[in-house]
């Protein structure tokens, strides 16, 4: 079972895979049942499944609420 990453809308986190523009930082910008990113060097946006993101997130390289 994988556990639930507590994120905010704001939040910068680096998941399992970079982008194909070579960046591992991503901005959250939609929660819900699917987790809106931004990539943070070229600005793309993806939607996940919230299992999905769970599964490749691996950690936070800055906090909304500036943790």
């Not at 901005?27 to 990539?39: A, R």
């Amino acid at each position: 079972m994988v556990e639930v990453v507590p994120i905010k809308i704001g939040d910068v986190v680096k998941l399992k895979k970079p982008h194909p523009c070579g960046a591992n930082e991503w901005e959250v910008t939609k929660l819900g049942m699917d987790i809106g990113l931004k990539c943070v060097n070229c600005g793309r946006k993806v939607r996940l499944l919230r299992y999905d993101f769970d599964r490749r997130f691996r950690g936070y390289i800055k906090r909304a609420d500036g943790l």
